[in-house]
Nanobody
Framework: QVQLVESGGGLVQPGGSLRLSCAAS????????MNWYRQAPGKQRELVAH???????NYADSVKGRFTISRDNAKNTVALQMNSLKPEDTGVYYC??????????????WGQGTQVTVSS
């Protein structure tokens, strides 16, 4: 069984920073692409940032220059450093990854989500 568990959400004032972390656990053979998505109230879930196994990254236009995605392949973790936060960054942030387990094929997994609220 493979699991993704996020941590690091919370309440922050506009202009502040938060760091989200996501740890993958279970019978993992290899982790391919890792993503952070977010879903604001009343809106569809959107891709925020993406990092490949080799470290190539891509970001939504709305977060470029403010957010940084990184991963530690040895620890099976991915992080999202969020700076200069804006109220419109508020939402539930989800970790997502394509993972090949040791006993089965490659599947797409989601974490349970962590709430980020940017408000004064």
């Amino acid at each position: 069984q493979v699991q993704l568990v996020e941590s690091g959400g919370g309440l922050v004032q506009p202009g502040g920073s938060l760091r989200l972390s996501c740890a993958a656990s279970g019978s993992i053979f290899e982790i391919y692409v890792m993503n952070w998505y977010r879903q604001a109230p009343g809106k569809q879930r959107e891709l925020v940032a993406h990092i490949t196994g080799h470290g190539s990254t891509n970001y939504a236009d709305s977060v470029k220059g403010r957010f940084t995605i990184s991963r530690d392949n040895a620890k099976n973790t991915v992080a999202l450093q969020m700076n200069s936060l804006k109220p419109e960054d508020t939402g539930v942030y989800y970790c997502n990854a394509d993972i090949r387990s040791t006993w089965s094929g490659t599947y797409n997994y989601w974490g349970q989500g962590t709430q980020v609220t940017v408000s004064s």
